[in-house]
């Protein structure tokens, strides 16, 4: 039998490990129909009988997992199906502490990448996002070295975990984005995972409220800081991050518009500030005295995007709005407003922040008063063969 058949589904013996839990103590138990070879090996690798289970099995461990592999290598086929099931319902399980589980080298080699992102000047939010996808990633493989990873490694885990959990499209491509940077600065390895299937990017318009909805979502807001965030955000057509990170010399009164600094991509721009909100400014000032930032917390420092999202959650529900809208909604809302108004596209990629126009194209989709203005093919031969048309 040649090397490339030896571990795989060609070996006739078959071995499942599956995961026990006794007494707080977790074990890899070790199912096969009666074989004296795969006893013999069982007793070799440090194994013991359960006759009440029926079964082999040994303490959970990262040297117990190689002792079978190696154990069986060239005998029987291995199947750890269902240990990775249940590494991967503790992988999406908030309750899981990645730090914990992950080994001694990757921690390091995360600590590392960590510093080299910091040092390149990543935002916090785009550190924190693959830091937590990494340690993720890592703590499903916490008996291998991140180096012996591969492809088949990244689509196994993307089967097992992440379209198991429902992540996004988005999570994916995130994901592989993280990993490809990773290898890069800490192994100095320039993969593509070529062999991982790329996932399409959806289509979806984004979630749009009309003009009235917006009105009605200003009009819920519970206090000023609220009104005022809201129309903040919807007026400049800004990210959650531009928001919160907005200083209050940022805007400029006298000519009517907004530094945002460092936006994403790390790039400056300026977008107007519209004049009906600067009363609803000078008294948003006036009354909560913000030190430093445009919208702090209740302590002082800037305002959280979790705080903002939830204000707009509840002022939906008092609105009674059943669209599912966050910052970015409002963000959506201003880009599709604008066009319906005959704004210029490539005035509005600079507004936004886009780096291609391409992106700003998808807000050129039809609104409501678009679709109600193109007749209906229906219509019109129905009119021409002078039938009523209600």
């Known amino acids: 039998m040649d090397q490339k058949k ?177 290898y890069f600065y800490v192994h100095q390895d320039k993969r593509e995972f070529s062999e991982v299937p790329r996932v399409r990017k959806s289509k979806r318009l984004p979630e749009v409220l009309s003009k009235e909805e917006v009105m009605e979502l200003f009009d819920a807001c519970t206090n000023l800081k609220h009104e005022f965030c809201l129309k903040l955000i919807y007026g400049c057509g800004l990210r959650v991050g531009d928001a919160i990170s907005m200083k209050q010399r940022d805007i400029d009164l006298h000519r009517y518009v907004v530094h945002i600094k460092s936006g994403k991509g790390r790039k400056d ?7 009906s909100l600067e009363a609803l400014y000078r008294r948003y000032l006036k009354h909560y005295k913000p030190r430093d930032y445009v919208l702090e917390g209740q302590f002082g420092g800037p305002y959280t995007a979790t705080s903002v999202n939830n204000v707009i959650k509840k002022a939906c529900e008092i609105a009674g709005i059943k669209k599912r809208a966050t910052a970015h909604t409002l963000r959506h809302s201003f880009a599709t407003h604008i066009i319906s108004h005959g704004g210029n596209v490539f005035m509005l990629k600079e507004i936004l922040g886009h780096s291609s126009t391409k992106t700003t194209q998808i807000y050129v989709h039809l609104n409501d008063q678009d679709i109600n203005s193109i007749e209906n093919p229906l219509d019109r031969i129905m009119k021409d063969a002078g039938k009523e048309v209600d």
């Not at 199947?79 to 990775?84: A, E, G, S, V």
């Not at 990645?98 to 916090?124: G, H, I, P």
């Not at 721009?269 to 004049?275: E, M």
């Open 6 to 182: 030896k571990g795989t589904h060609y070996l006739h013996k078959r071995v499942t490990a599956i995961p026990l839990e006794q007494k707080g103590k977790k074990y890899i138990g070790l199912e096969f129909s009666y074989d004296k070879l795969l006893i013999d090996i069982c007793k070799q690798i440090g194994a013991s009988w359960s006759k009440k289970k029926g079964l082999w099995y040994l303490e959970n461990s990262t040297v117990n997992f190689y002792k079978i592999m190696e154990g069986f290598k060239g005998v029987a086929w291995v199947d750890i199906k269902r240990l990775r099931q249940k590494q991967a319902e503790q992988a999406v399980s908030p309750k899981f502490h990645f730090e914990v589980d992950l080994s001694e080298e990757t921690a390091e080699e995360l600590n590392r990448f960590e510093r080299k992102m910091l040092a390149k000047r990543y935002s916090m939010s785009t550190v924190k996002t693959y830091l937590s996808m990494l340690k993720r990633y890592f703590t499903y493989y916490n008996e291998q070295l991140s180096s012996d990873l591969g492809d088949d490694d990244v689509v196994n885990y993307m089967n097992d975990v992440v379209l198991a959990a429902g992540y996004s499209e988005v999570y994916q491509r995130q994901l592989i984005g993280a990993l490809k940077l990773f």
């Open 269 to 275: 721009r300026t977008v107007p500030f519209p004049k």
